[in-house]
């Protein structure tokens, strides 16, 4: 079970649970979807201290990091002297907005893959890096996994918690995974006015503009702009969607809602 806690924004928040996915769920979802993360690993030249390293990563069945390195590489000769490593993946919009978006930090031992899961490893890194495939077969490149021991995730401000490697293991990946950026720009872009509705059904009649930042099988979070500050909320789904037209659905199921004045499941 995950540990994990969240901040509110103070005694009107309290209500329903808005439903959203696990920790678990929100961690497996981010790794699935970056391919590249940043390793941290324990330095031979300089004992104790930690080195960082860019490091592109593929899956393995359970969601756990594969990486193919080259012995002749720093961070290798330091796995090879202590296995124990993190790996920090993060999404796009850390660029813009770092301590708002979500990140998850996996801990574990990296050791090399056995001989007989090397095939499916390589099939499945490859399919994730074909460029890798110019120099998967050089003698010094060999493929390793991270068994992940620890789990952090953090989805945003106050929200944050450790997850259970095996409840990482079996988490599903989000259905909306691969479509939910590109519809986080249609609705922006085409679904303005609902967005605002929605925005104002929070709470905030003074509400100018609103923007869908997160999306997701059980609602998606909502940034908009008043007078003077920027707030956000999360709004739930009647039910759970599985693709862009149950989305499609979803919303304007919600938007008659808030139009003949039906209360919205939503936290702020």
């Not at 296995?83 to 090399?112: N, Q």
């Amino acid at each position: 079970m995950s540990s994990s806690r969240q901040h509110n924004s103070g005694p009107d928040s309290e209500g329903p649970d808005v439903p959203e996915p696990s920790h678990a769920e929100r961690a497996k979802t981010l790794v699935y979807l970056q391919q590249t993360g940043s390793l941290s690993t324990l330095s031979r030249k300089q004992p104790g201290w930690p080195f960082g390293s860019v490091m592109p990563y593929g899956l393995d069945g359970q969601g756990q990091p594969v990486f193919l390195i080259s012995t002749m590489a720093m961070h290798t000769q330091n796995l090879l002297g202590d296995p124990r490593a993190s790996l920090l993946v993060t999404p796009p919009e850390s660029r813009v907005d770092p301590l708002g978006a979500a990140r998850v930090t996996l801990m574990g031992s990296v050791t090399k893959v056995p001989k007989e899961d090397n095939a499916e490893v390589r099939a499945s890194y490859l399919e994730r890096h074909g460029n890798a495939s110019y120099w998967v077969d050089f003698q010094d490149f060999g493929f390793f996994r991270m068994a992940i021991t620890e789990i952090y995730f953090v989805g945003g401000f106050g929200s944050m918690g450790w997850v259970m490697p095996t409840d990482y293991v079996q988490a599903a990946v989000d259905p909306l995974a691969d479509e939910a950026a590109n519809l986080i720009r249609e609705l922006n872009s085409e679904r303005a006015e609902t967005l605002l509705l929605l925005a104002r059904a929070l709470g905030d009649a003074d509400a100018q503009q609103a923007t869908v930042t997160a999306l997701d099988r059980l609602g998606l979070h909502l940034r908009f702009t008043t007078p003077g500050r920027m707030q956000g909320g999360r709004v739930a789904f009647t039910s759970s969607v599985r693709n862009a037209s149950e989305v499609r659905a979803g919303l304007a199921g919600l938007a008659a809602q808030a139009k003949t004045g039906l209360p919205v499941l939503h936290s702020l």
